[in-house]
């Protein structure tokens, strides 16, 4: 027996950087460099971080602002009183439940780390800033919510320069609920989702960024609280932390591990991760781990024992690498060189940070009802549409969760084909017809996109204004652009905005600059207004013109009578078909509430279409777009697409059990 033998067992591990850039691609306006040990036992992490911040505004800063999102998970907070503690179906009502930061110290760093490449370092003194800590709640002045907290400064930061700060941290991990937490597996065995977990500076938007005017005297801090319904908003920069776990834990983290190192039974992974502007692990003692190459990107897949299967493994890694592929082709390139996937727990699954994503394992799952894979798509999304387009995801979640809805359904459509959510014989479920579904049967007049997320006069109303309708409604900009001009579109985003934080009216400008056209008309109904469309044929009939003698060929009066049901309006076409089987388009600007088009011919009319392509998505009733000349209202195939329809959102609502 050997008492006090450190076992050092430095690996070597591959020297690879966590971007396929040798320069940097953000402005890394932070950094973070933490230490961070986990303490199975507790539930907790301890860590001490030093964070650098550099002023790019055009005044002197006197005021920090941070996020402590794990506050959320304290009683009181404005997240349990607007969700009462239930998050996406989730809840807990055991006493560790709770979760927390506390700072214990807070204090102006001497001097900033030596690898910062930084010209100008803050001016003012090293100095203890604890006792100036206080929590603000800008929101809806809840004094129990302790999600943000601001501190003064006795010396203010001049424009650019950049201030170090060293804080000391424990953060209370919560039983899983909002995507971060512990859990327990069969065995009683902890998993841990390490997110939203160390103090994180806020974003200072500077004039001329975002809402900002462009002639303001200074930037201002943009800092939310945490809500029931809201996602996250930081700026991009540099983290390098090293996390402490027992030997037998595996972890998965954002970013490439560049160190490990083993020591008295506990051994210290170290991360880097550069352009990203946050960072999230994972520890668990029996992953399964799966690795593959694509191109320059390590995937790392983590499953869970109970999940550890041929088929599962295919599932996530080729739903992933399809998405990667088409991302790539459609949207721009994947810069990072790892993408960690994660088969977490409950209220921990289906979630995104920068290059970690956590997916949906259905174990007993059909392979016909792809949930998995629509998951694992959706989340690798949101390394653009969050990641890299790093919008404000509490004031505009529609920029994250909609456009990623919106690609993530062209994926899955151009992967799995016209059945790609569900393969049902007869009955195919695509991807974007099931997003036009979630849509349509949920109110469709009720809320607009251009809502702040806790905003929403009913909560359902967040969901599908930030994923289902979004989603539609950029299918539907798609139809009338065309697709090759939507991807023009969504390339020049992606390049002009990548690495910064793109509003709506950034990415209105972008689309009505590829599409050479004002596209107010369309925003002003879909994106900040809550225009509902539906067309419908009222009326379709053919005959015989009179006053033509019977002894010369007939001549047929055909006329078609299409009514604007709503307020809403998009351009589209009406198609007339004959007897003789030959078809007329008549394009129609879709303003008029009645309209009525009239074609003389020497065969009668058989039918009118309207949107005969299909690419009006937001048109909530599809039934009433065709019309058989003599048949009337034809019940029996309506009734058959209505059939459809209520078999498609029962199946949704089987689906939703797993
Ligand atoms: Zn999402």
Do not use: C
């Amino acid at each position: 027996l050997v008492l006090g033998f450190a076992l050092v067992l430095p690996t070597l591990v591959h020297a690879q950087a966590s971007t396929n850039s040798e320069t940097p691609l953000s402005d890394r306006r932070v950094s973070y460099r933490i230490d961070a040990t986990l303490d199975p036992e507790l539930r907790t992490v301890t860590g001490s971080q030093r964070l650098t911040w550099r002023n790019d505004g055009p005044a002197p800063v006197d005021e920090l602002q941070f996020h402590l999102y794990l506050n959320a998970f304290s009683p009181g907070s404005t997240f349990q009183v607007e969700s009462g503690g239930v998050h996406r179906g989730n809840s807990d009502s055991r006493d560790d439940r709770w979760g927390g930061v506390e700072i214990e110290r807070l204090a102006v760093a001497g001097e900033l780390p030596s690898d910062l490449d930084t010209t100008l370092p803050y001016s003012g003194a090293p100095l203890d800033l604890t006792a100036r800590m206080r929590f603000i709640q800008p929101d809806d002045g809840n004094t129990n919510d302790r999600t943000v907290m601001a501190v003064s400064l006795p010396e203010a930061v001049q424009p650019g320069e950049t201030i170090a700060l060293d804080m000391e941290f424990e953060s209370k991990l919560p039983r899983v609920v909002a995507r971060t937490g512990f859990a327990e597996d069969p065995q009683g065995r902890p998993f841990f989702m390490v997110a939203q977990w160390f103090p994180k500076i806020a974003v200072y938007e500077l004039p001329g960024q975002r809402y900002v005017p462009a002639d303001a005297a200074t930037g201002q801090w943009n800092a939310h609280q945490f809500h029931a319904n809201s996602e996250f908003y930081a700026d991009f920069g540099t983290y390098d932390v090293s996390i402490r776990v027992p030997e037998s834990f595996v972890v998965g983290a954002s970013g490439v591990r560049t160190d490990e190192a083993v020591e008295d039974g506990l051994k210290t992974l170290r991360y880097r991760a550069d352009d990203v502007h946050d960072f999230a692990w994972t520890a668990y003692e029996d992953y399964r781990v799966h690795e593959e190459t694509w191109r320059h990107v390590q995937l790392r897949l983590l499953l869970r024992p109970e999940h550890d299967t041929e088929t599962q493994v295919r599932r996530h890694m080729d739903s992933v690498i399809a998405a990667l592929e088409r991302f790539d082709a459609w949207v721009g390139e994947y810069p990072y060189t790892t993408l960690t996937i994660v088969d977490a727990p409950g209220g921990a699954r289906g979630m995104e940070y920068p290059t970690l994503i956590t997916g949906l394992t259905l174990y007993m799952g059909p392979s016909w009802m792809r949930v998995p894979e629509m998951v694992a798509i959706h989340e690798f999304g949101h390394q653009y549409f969050y990641g890299l387009l790093a919008s404000n995801e509490f004031e505009e979640a529609w920029l994250d969760e909609g456009m990623n809805s919106y690609v993530e359904s062209k994926v899955m459509d151009d992967t799995y084909g016209e059945g790609a959510m569900m393969e049902i014989p007869g009955l195919p479920l695509s991807s974007r017809a099931m997003q036009r579904l979630s849509y349509v049967k949920q109110n469709p007049a009720r809320g607009s996109l251009a809502t702040w997320s806790w905003e929403y006069d009913f909560s359902a109303d967040y969901g599908k204004n930030s994923y289902a309708k979004p989603a539609t409604v950029m299918n539907t900009l798609e139809g009338y652009l065309g697709w090759e001009t939507m991807k023009e579109f969504l390339r020049t985003y992606y390049r002009e905005w990548r690495f910064r934080h793109p509003s709506t009216q950034d990415l209105q400008e972008v689309a009505e600059r590829v599409a050479d056209e004002d596209l107010d008309w369309f925003f002003d109904q879909y994106v900040y207004g809550t225009a509902v469309l539906d067309y419908r044929i009222e009326q379709v009939t053919a005959s015989r013109d009179s006053s033509i003698p019977d002894s010369l060929d007939a001549r047929y009066i055909n006329r078609v009578v299409v009514q604007r049901v709503y307020d809403g309006h998009m351009p589209t076409t009406v198609r007339m078909t004959f007897r003789d089987g030959t078809t007329h388009d008549i394009p129609w600007d879709g303003r008029e509430a009645w309209k009525e088009f009239r074609v003389e011919r020497d065969s009668p009319l058989a039918a009118a279409t309207l949107d005969p392509e299909g690419v009006l998505w937001l048109d909530i009733d599809r039934l009433n777009n065709r019309r058989v000349v003599g048949a009337g209202d034809s019940p029996a195939t309506a009734e058959r697409r209505k059939f459809s329809v209520r078999f498609h959102q029962l199946a949704l609502l089987i689906s939703a059990l797993f």
